[in-house]
């Protein structure tokens, strides 16, 4: 059974860091693409980062160049840094796997950004 935990979210005031962990079970991360998505208040829940099995990455232009995605194989864990946080990061973040055994979701973990 595959899921997907994320945690790491907070309250934070605009300008600061947090750094979001999403830990894997039933499946290899590197053997899949992942991904962030941020879901605002009222809003859909809207890609902002993946990472391929190549380890090739992408980013939305909302966030190119303030935050990072990374992947530890061993710990079989994606991360999030978020810099430079700004009070439209604020929502639920969600990660997601996709890959041949299907397409699977965390939780989410709430992130407030405040000024």
């Known amino acids: 059974q595959v899921r997907l935990v994320e945690s790491g979210g907070g309250l934070v005031q605009a300008g600061g860091s947090l750094r979001l962990s999403c830990v894997v079970s039933g499946t290899i991360v590197s053997f899949n693409g992942m991904a962030w998505y941020r879901q605002a208040p009222g809003k859909q829940r809207d890609l902002i980062t993946q990472?391929?099995?190549?380890?090739?990455?992408n980013y939305a232009d909302s966030v190119k160049g303030r935050f990072t995605i990374s992947r530890d194989n061993a710990k079989n864990t994606v991360y999030l840094q978020m810099n430079s946080l700004k009070l439209e990061d604020t929502g639920v973040y969600y990660c997601r796997s996709t890959g041949r055994i299907g397409d699977y979701w965390g939780q989410g973990t709430q992130v407030t950004v405040s000024s």
């Open positions: 990472i391929t099995g190549d380890g090739t990455t």
